[in-house]
C-alpha cells in the first residue's frame, strides 16, 4: 500500500538573482513498512527533502501524499496536526527537551491532542523495548549520545506514525551504537508497519535499508538498489 | 588593558541592539536618579526660601547690652567674611491694656530680615509717628489711611506707614512701629545676624561665640534654616547614634527623626533607593547581553583569557557604554525635572515649617497659608545627586562587572560554547503519569529553571506595583492627618477663627454674640470652645514618663520657659513625695465638635449626652516624640479630680495654684475616654501644642455647670462655600468689634490649597511609580524576550512535535499569566511589610494623627491587573518571533 506519494517537488530559497534551487522535481513514493535510505553529498538536498515530507517547510512547487493527503496543501494548523498524528521526527541532535525526563520526553508529543489519553503501557512497551525503562527518570544530559538517540526513537514512535522520518540518527554515534540503533529502527518499522525515511552519509547503513535513492544537486539521481 | 578596551570596542560597535539595549537602561536610570535628586533639591532650596519668609531671613538672635552691640559691629566689620548682615531691634514698651500691644524700633536691616517692608508710606520718624502692618490695622480696626489718627493706650499717634504682614511665628502679637528715638523702658536690644551661608554655619556661629564670650544659651536659633545650613558634623552624627542606643526604647525611631532632621536622611534615602534600583536595572540588562553572547567568552578562554582579563573587559565594555550615557540620562532626567517642576513646584516643598527655638509653633493652617501665597523658587541641579549617583554607580557597577566575570570563569569552556549555564537539582517525577497536559509542566519548568532570571523579573515586576501601593498608602495617610491636623489646629478645619488675645480668663466672648456671630449670612457653622485652666494633682506611680516635661528633666540644655514658671509656677510640679501637679487645659465643646473629637480616639467612647449625664470628662494625654502615648496610668473609668480657680475673674497669682485653698475649687470627674489631640486650643496661658499639653474637654453645659463658666474663649467658624471671604471676615470684625482683646483670624482658602497640594503630590507620586513601572517595564521586555527567544531551540522541537501555533500562544500566555500571579503575590508580600514599616515611619517618625487609611482593593486589583497585562504582553510579543521563525532553524540554534 503506497503510504506517502512525492510529486514534482520543487524547493527555492530566496529570490531574484539570489534564489537558490533546493530541490528540482523531486518525484517518488514509499509503500508501507519500507525502509527507505536517502543519500547525497551534503548541500544535494536530502534533509529538504525531509523536512518538506515531514512538513516543516513547505515546499515551492509540486505535491506530498501522505496517506492520500497533500501535506503541501493543508494549512498551517491542520498541517501541524496531520503532523504530529502521522509523521515522527528523529533529529541528528536528538532535540530533546532539557527540562524533562525520558518518560516525559517520550509522552509528550501525545499529550498535544487534547483529549486523547497517554497510553502509558504502550509507552512503558516501547521504553522496555528500547532498553530505557530503567533510565525513563533520567534527564536528557544524563544519558550517552546512544540513549538520547533512542529516546529520540521513543519519543518518535510515541505517537504510532505512520511515517518515520529520520535526519542522520546515527551521525554523532559511535559505530556499535550506529548498529543498536539501526536495529531498532528496523524492528520498530517491522513491528509498527511503520515506512521509515533515513537521511544518511554512511553507505554501508544506507545499504542495510530496503532501498536507497540517491540525491545530487536537488535531484534523484537514481536509486541504488534494494535488499529486499 | 589596550586590547581589553580594543576588544569591549569591537563588542560594542558589533553587537549593536545589545549596546542599545544597555545604553537605553543607562539613561532612563541615570535620568530618574538624577531628576529626582534636582527635584528634590529644588523643593529644599524652596521650603528654605518659604522659611524664610516666615521665620526671617536671620541665623540667630541675642539680646544685648549697647557695649556688647558695640562687639558684635566691630566682629561683623572684622570679619565680613563670616557675618554678613546685623539687624537691631528695640522693643520701647509693652502694653498689655486694652490690646497686647509692643512699642518697638527695628533698623532697615531687620524690617528686611524679618520680610517687613515698608508697602505704603515711610518709617516713623518722629515719636509721634507709628507704622503698623495690617494684621494689626485690621483688628484695631483701622481705616488703612495715611495720615490717620491713632489712638493707642490714650496717646494719639499718626499713621505714617504700613509694613508688609510678617509671616511670623508668634502671630497673635500686635506691634506698633516707632521712631528710633521713641521714648524706651531700657529693654536691651536684639541683635538678628546672619552669617554667609556659602558656609556651613555651625562653625562660623561657633567662632563667633568663642570670640565674643557670648554664651551659647543666650543665642536663639533660627532652626527652619540652621537645621538646613548648618551642616550636620562627624560628632553630631555620633552623638545621635550614642543617645539613640543610650535610649531603653525607640532607639531606631530616635536615630532615624534625628538624622532626617539633622542630615536629611529622607532624601539621602530617596537617591539612594534610586540609585540601587539603577544598578539593578543596568546589571540585569547588562548581563542578559553578556549571556546572549556568553559562546564568545567561551571561544576566549579557550584562547587563554584570564579572569582580570574577562573583567577588563567587562568594565571597559560597560563604562564605555556608562561614559555616554551618564551625561544624556543627566540631561534628560534634569530637563524632564524642569518641566515637572514648573508644573508641581509645591509638592517639593516642605509643608512643616517647623518649630521656633523660643517655643512658637506655627501650625498647619499657617504653614499652608504660607505655601498658598509662596512663590516658589527656580529650579536647580542637584550636584550632589549627579556626583552621589555617579560614585554610586562606579562602585557598584565595578562590583558587578566583578560578579560576571567571576560567574563566567567559573563556567567550562564546553558550557559556554553550548550556552549552558544552568546545572539544578531536578526532580525525578514522571508528570506525564499524573497530567495530560504536559505544556503545563513545561511553562512551570521553563519558568523556575532560570531562577535567578525568574526572580529578578518577578522583581521588576512587582516594584513599579509595590511603589505604586506604598505611595497610595502613604498619600491615604497623608490626606487623613492633614486633615485631622488641620482640625486640631483650628478646629473642624475653620476659614475664621475668633478668640480672645488675654491671658485673662476674665474675658470671654459673650454667648449672645456667638449665636448672632452663628446667624451671620454666609457663615455655615460656628463652634463655640470654652475654657478654664486647672491643676490634677497625680499619685507618683500614674506618672509612666517621669521625665517627660522641662520642669521634670533636671536637664541643663532643657529648661522650663520662664514665662509659664512665672506667671503659672510650671506645667508639671512633683512635690517631696513624689506626687505631681499638673497643669491642663480644660475646654468646653458642643455636640458638633465633640463628634469631631472622635477621630482623634485613642481609648474609651463617649457621647455629649452621657459625659453631661455622668459628668464625665475626656483625658488629652501626653504624646512622645515617637507618637506613643503611654504616659501616664490613666485609663477609661478612672476618676480624676481637677483643682480650679474658684472663678474666672481672680488676680493672676491664683493661677499659680499656690494660694490659699478658698481661692480654688475641687472637682471629680471619671474619665470617659482618651484622646490624642484637643481641638479649638488656647495658646494664650500656659499654651497646648497639641501634645505635650494635659486637657480636659467636656462639654459647654459642664464647663457652666462645674464652674459658671458661660462665655466662649474661641469660636472656630466655617463659611458656605458660595459666601464671600471678604465679606463674612468683614461682618465678623464687625460683630466682634466691641469685645476687649477679641481678635479674628482668616484661613480663607487655606484648606482648598492644601487639598489641591495634596491631589498634586499624589498625581506627581503616581506618576514617579509609573515611570519606575516604565524602567521596570524596559527591564522585563528585555529580560522576557532573552528568555524566551534562549528557548527558541525548545520551541523549535515542540513545534517539530506539533504543538500549534494556539497551543503553543496559550501556553505562552500561561506562562505570562504565571509571571502575573506570583509578581503580583510578591508586590502583596511585600506591599504587607512595606506597609507595616511605613505606619510605624508615620506613627513614629513622622508622627501621623491616626493612620488608620487603606488603600482601596480597586486600586490593589487594578495594580495586579496591570502586572498581569505586563507580564503577558512581555511574553507573548517575543513569542510571535518564535512562531513566524522556521522551525528547522529553531531545531538548529
Redesign the interface.
Known amino acids: 500500500m503506497k503510504i506517502l506519494e512525492v510529486k514534482n517537488v520543487e524547493k527555492i530559497y530566496g529570490t531574484g538573482e539570489t534564489a537558490v534551487k533546493a530541490l528540482r522535481r523531486v518525484n517518488f513514493s514509499a509503500k508501507q513498512g519500507e525502509f527507505i535510505a536517502l543519500v547525497g553529498q551534503s548541500g544535494s538536498g536530502k534533509?529538504t527533502l525531509l523536512?518538506l515530507i515531514?512538513g516543516?517547510?513547505i515546499p515551492s512547487k509540486g505535491e506530498i501524499y501522505i496517506r492520500d493527503h497533500n501535506v503541501a496543501a493543508l494549512k498551517?494548523?491542520e498541517l501541524?496536526?496531520f503532523?504530529?498524528?502521522n509523521i515522527g521526527?528523529v533529529?541528528q541532535?536528538y532535540?530533546?527537551?532539557?527540562?524533562?525526563?525520558v518518560?516525559?520526553n517520550v509522552?509528550?508529543?501525545?499529550?498535544?491532542d487534547r483529549g486523547?489519553?497517554?497510553d502509558?503501557q504502550y509507552i512503558e512497551d516501547i521504553l522496555k523495548e528500547l532498553g530505557l525503562w530503567k533510565k525513563?527518570?533520567k534527564?536528557p544530559a544524563e544519558l550517552s549520545g546512544g540513549e538520547q538517540q533512542r529516546v529520540a526513537i521513543a519519543?518518535a514512535l510515541a505517537?504510532k506514525p505512520a511515517i518515520l522520518l529520520a535526519d542522520e540518527p546515527t551521525g554523532n554515534l559511535d559505530s556499535v551504537t550506529t548498529q543498536d540503533v539501526m536495529g531498532l529502527l528496523k524492528a520498530s518499522g517491522e513491528k509498527y508497519h511503520q515506512t521509515i525515511l533515513m537521511v544518511t552519509h554512511n553507505e554501508a547503513l544506507a545499504q542495510s535499508c530496503d532501498r536507497v535513492l540517491c540525491m545530487k544537486d536537488g535531484q534523484l539521481s537514481g536509486e541504488e538498489g534494494t535488499l529486499s | 588593558m589596550k586590547a581589553a578596551v580594543k576588544l569591549a570596542f569591537q563588542n560594542v560597535t558589533y553587537y549593536k541592539k545589545q549596546t542599545f539595549a544597555i545604553f537605553l537602561g543607562i539613561v532612563l536610570s541615570i535620568a530618574l536618579l538624577t531628576g529626582i535628586g534636582s527635584l528634590v533639591y529644588s523643593g529644599e532650596r524652596s521650603s528654605l526660601e518659604k522659611d524664610r519668609q516666615v521665620y526671617g531671613d536671620w541665623h540667630y538672635y541675642l539680646y544685648a547690652s549697647d557695649e556688647q552691640g558695640k562687639m558684635i559691629r566691630e566682629y561683623g566689620e572684622d570679619r565680613e567674611g563670616d557675618l554678613q548682615e546685623i539687624g537691631v531691634m528695640e522693643k520701647k514698651s509693652v502694653e498689655e491694656e486694652p490690646y497686647k500691644l509692643t512699642f518697638l524700633y527695628g533698623d532697615t536691616q531687620y524690617l528686611a530680615m524679618l520680610g517687613q517692608e515698608i508697602e505704603e508710606g515711610r518709617y516713623p520718624k518722629s515719636r509721634e509717628e507709628v507704622a503698623l502692618d495690617t494684621y494689626t490695622i485690621t483688628n484695631l480696626g483701622l481705616d488703612a489711611e495715611l495720615g490717620e489718627a491713632v489712638e493707642l493706650n490714650g496717646k494719639v499717634y499718626t499713621l505714617c506707614g504700613i509694613l508688609k504682614n510678617q509671616w511670623s511665628a508668634d502671630v497673635g502679637e500686635m506691634r506698633v512701629f516707632v521712631s528710633k528715638n521713641f521714648p524706651g523702658e531700657g529693654i536691651p536690644k536684639c541683635y538678628y545676624l546672619k552669617f554667609d551661608e556659602e558656609r556651613k554655619l555651625y562653625p562660623q556661629a561657633d567662632r563667633f561665640i568663642k570670640e565674643l564670650h557670648i554664651s551659647a544659651e543666650h543665642m536663639r536659633t533660627n532652626s527652619a534654616l540652621v537645621e538646613y545650613l548648618g551642616g550636620g558634623n562627624m560628632q553630631l552624627f555620633f552623638s545621635i547614634l550614642k543617645t539613640g542606643f543610650s535610649l531603653p526604647e525607640g532607639r531606631l525611631t530616635y536615630i532615624l527623626a534625628s538624622m532626617k532632621e539633622n542630615f536629611h536622611l529622607q532624601e539621602k534615602g530617596i537617591l539612594l533607593g534610586l540609585g540601587l534600583f539603577c544598578v539593578f536595572i543596568i546589571y540585569s540588562v547588562f548581563h542578559i547581553s553578556v549571556l546572549k553572547r556568553i559562546s564568545q567568552y567561551g571561544i576566549l578562554q579557550t584562547l587563554g583569557i584570564s579572569q582580570s582579563q574577562i573583567f577588563q573587559v567587562l568594565s571597559a565594555e560597560l563604562f564605555g557604554i556608562l561614559i555616554l550615557g551618564y551625561p544624556l540620562g543627566c540631561l534628560l532626567g534634569n530637563s524632564t525635572a524642569k518641566v515637572l517642576y514648573s508644573k508641581f513646584d509645591k509638592v517639593f516643598v516642605r509643608e512643616d515649617t517647623g518649630t521656633m527655638q523660643n517655643g512658637v509653633h506655627v501650625g498647619n493652617t499657617e504653614a499652608f497659608k504660607v505655601n498658598a501665597s509662596f512663590e516658589s523658587g527656580d529650579f536647580y541641579v542637584s550636584r550632589y545627586a549627579i556626583c552621589f549617583g555617579g560614585v554610586l554607580l562606579v562602585i557598584l557597577l565595578l562590583a558587578v562587572c566583578l560578579k560576571i566575570a567571576g560567574r563566567i570563569y567559573r563556567l567550562t569552556v564546553m558550557q559556554m560554547l553550548k550556552k549552558e549555564i544552568k546545572n539544578r537539582g531536578?526532580s525525578?517525577?514522571?508528570?506525564?503519569?499524573h497530567s495530560?497536559?504536559?505544556?503545563g509542566?513545561?511553562t512551570r519548568?521553563?519558568m523556575l529553571?532560570g531562577r535567578g532570571t525568574f526572580i529578578s523579573i518577578l522583581c521588576s515586576l512587582a516594584l513599579g506595583g509595590c511603589i505604586f501601593l506604598c505611595c497610595s498608602y502613604v498619600t491615604v495617610n497623608t490626606q487623613i492627618h492633614n486633615e485631622l491636623s488641620f482640625k486640631t489646629d483650628d478646629g473642624l478645619g475653620s476659614e475664621y477663627q475668633v478668640f480672645e488675645e488675654s491671658d485673662n480668663l476674665a474675658y470671654m466672648i459673650p454667648k449672645k454674640t456667638a449665636e448672632e456671630i452663628a446667624m451671620i449670612p454666609g457663615i455655615a457653622a460656628a463652634y463655640p470652645v470654652s475654657y478654664y485652666l486647672g491643676e490634677i494633682p497625680l499619685e507618683k506611680n500614674q506618672v509612666l514618663w517621669d521625665k517627660y516635661c522641662a520642669e521634670l528633666a533636671d536637664d541643663p540644655g532643657w529648661k522650663p520657659d520662664p514665662m509659664v514658671m512665672e506667671k503659672y509656677n510650671g506645667r508639671c510640679l512633683r512635690d517631696e513625695s513624689g506626687n505631681y501637679r499638673m497643669k491642663c487645659n480644660i475646654y468646653g465643646y458642643d455636640d458638633g465638635m465633640l463628634e469631631e473629637l472622635k477621630d482623634y480616639l485613642l481609648e474609651g467612647h463617649y457621647d455629649p449626652k452621657s459625659l453631661l449625664e455622668d459628668n464625665a470628662v475626656i483625658l488629652k494625654t501626653w504624646m512622645d516624640g515617637q507618637g506613643n502615648y503611654g504616659g501616664l496610668d490613666l485609663k477609661p473609668g478612672d476618676t480624676l479630680t481637677v483643682k480650679v480657680p474658684e472663678s474666672p475673674d481672680v488676680p493672676d497669682t491664683v493661677l499659680r495654684f499656690l494660694e490659699e485653698d478658698s481661692w480654688y475649687e475641687k472637682k471629680e470627674f471619671t474619665i470617659a475616654a482618651i484622646v490624642s489631640r484637643p481641638m479649638g486650643k488656647n495658646d494664650q496661658l500656659i499654651g497646648d501644642d497639641g501634645t505635650s499639653d494635659l486637657g480636659l474637654i467636656m462639654t459647654n453645659a459642664q464647663m457652666e455647670e462645674n464652674f459658671g463658666i458661660v462665655g466662649y474663649n474661641r469660636i472656630c467658624i466655617q463659611k458656605e462655600k458660595q459666601a464671600s471671604g471678604e465679606d463674612v471676615g468683614r461682618a465678623l470684625a464687625q460683630k466682634i468689634k466691641d469685645i476687649p482683646k477679641c481678635m479674628l483670624q482668616d484661613y480663607t482658602g487655606a484648606i482648598e490649597t492644601q487639598n489641591a497640594y495634596l491631589q498634586q503630590k499624589m498625581y506627581f507620586f503616581y506618576g514617579i511609580s509609573l515611570l519606575i513601572l516604565v524602567i521596570s517595564m524596559f527591564h522585563i521586555m528585555n529580560s522576557m524576550q532573552y528568555l524566551v527567544l534562549s528557548r527558541r531551540?525548545?520551541f523549535?522541537?515542540?513545534?517539530?512535535?506539533?504543538?500549534?501555533?494556539?497551543?503553543f500562544y496559550k501556553m505562552m500566555l500561561r506562562e505570562g499569566i504565571l509571571y502575573g500571579i506570583f509578581a503580583s503575590l510578591l508586590m502583596l508580600a511585600v506591599y504587607l511589610t512595606a506597609k507595616q514599616v511605613l505606619l510605624y515611619l508615620m506613627v513614629h517618625v513622622y508622627r501621623y494623627l491616626q493612620p488608620t487609611g487603606s488603600v482601596s482593593p480597586g486600586i490593589i486589583a487594578g495594580v495586579i491587573g496591570v502586572n498581569l497585562l505586563v507580564s503577558t504582553a512581555a511574553v507573548i510579543l517575543p513569542s510571535r518571533e518564535i512562531v513566524k521563525g522556521?522551525?528547522?532553524q529553531e531545531?538548529?540554534e
Open positions: 534533509s523536512n515531514g516543516l517547510d498551517k494548523k501541524t496536526i503532523r504530529r498524528r521526527f533529529f541532535n532535540s530533546l527537551m532539557p527540562v524533562m525526563n518518560y516525559d509522552a509528550l508529543p501525545v499529550t498535544f486523547r489519553r497517554v502509558h525513563r527518570t534527564y519519543r505517537n | 531536578r525525578r517525577k514522571i508528570h506525564s503519569i495530560s497536559r504536559l505544556t509542566v513545561l519548568k521553563f529553571f531551540h525548545e523549535g522541537i515542540l513545534r517539530a512535535m506539533g504543538i500549534t501555533d494556539s497551543g522556521n522551525i528547522i531545531i538548529n
